[in-house]
């Protein structure tokens, strides 16, 4: 059976991916929208729109990398409507390999989702109603398919969160959490605002938010597109090194 999510907890909600599927959600009718970011003025803009949608809206400006707030904040938003799909999405990109950013990025992309994630598990796992399923999501990247050279730590980043992701299902079925990682190619947003790079594929926010919501709803474990990225860098994560060492030093480069 389908499922349509009701009370929803969204990180990285101010833009991007967060905010397309924020609203898209208040507009198919979704009840209590729980949204947090780190720009005031973005957040609020978001919370407006879903509003006018019809959604009640909380928002909060608060760091993924604030384990205790984080913790908080989700248990405070669980008292208040009881949650039943929690989507881990705040991230960020590098920019410049600096050992500043690196470990920004690491911060933010991994335990940034770590601090997400394991309070929704604990809330989720205690709740008395076992035949009410519950979502956990984890914005990935297609970038963590194979590590590339023009962004290191941000592949290695959503690498370790997909892995993550897809264990938790596994491990997480007999508790009746579902769990689905996002793989999403080059969609519209302040990070891709940002690159340099060639971008095949390119898709709007507005249309990456439909194919989320439609397959989270069916339950698939890994929602990775547009397909032909998705088969491109599995096929990359194949191959010999000394194969893709040549394919990535034949492709353009950021400037």
Request: charged share 20%.
């Amino acid at each position: 059976m389908q499922k349509k999510f009701s009370n929803i907890l969204i990180t990285g909600a101010s833009s991007g991916i967060g905010e397309a599927v924020a609203l898209y959600l208040a507009e198919q009718g979704a009840k209590t929208l729980f949204l947090s970011g780190r720009n005031a003025e973005r957040l609020e803009n978001v919370a407006a729109r879903c509003k006018d949608l019809g959604a009640i809206v909380h928002s909060k400006v608060i760091s993924v990398c604030d384990k205790d707030a984080m913790a908080q904040w989700i248990l405070a938003c669980e008292q208040t409507a009881a949650l039943d799909l929690v989507m881990a999405n705040a991230g960020v990109s590098t920019g410049e390999e600096t050992a500043e950013n690196v470990y920004n990025t690491f911060n933010t992309n991994v335990f940034g989702v770590l601090n997400t994630v394991t309070p929704a598990i604990e809330i989720f796992r205690a709740r008395t109603d076992k035949n009410v399923v519950r979502t956990i999501a984890i914005t990935a990247s297609i970038a963590g398919y194979h590590g590339l050279p023009s962004c290191p730590s941000y592949s290695a980043t959503k690498a370790c969160v997909k892995a993550y992701g897809e264990a938790l299902r596994g491990s997480l079925k007999t508790d009746n959490i579902d769990v689905s990682v996002i793989c999403p190619g080059f969609v519209k947003s302040r990070i891709t605002d940002k690159n340099t790079c060639p971008m095949p594929f390119f898709m709007s926010a507005e249309k990456a938010a439909k194919i989320i919501v439609a397959r989270l709803e069916k339950n698939v474990g890994l929602i990775a597109f547009p397909w032909p990225m998705r088969l491109a860098t599995w096929a990359l994560s194949i191959l010999p090194n000394r194969l893709t060492d040549m394919i990535y030093a034949a492709l353009p480069h950021k400037v």
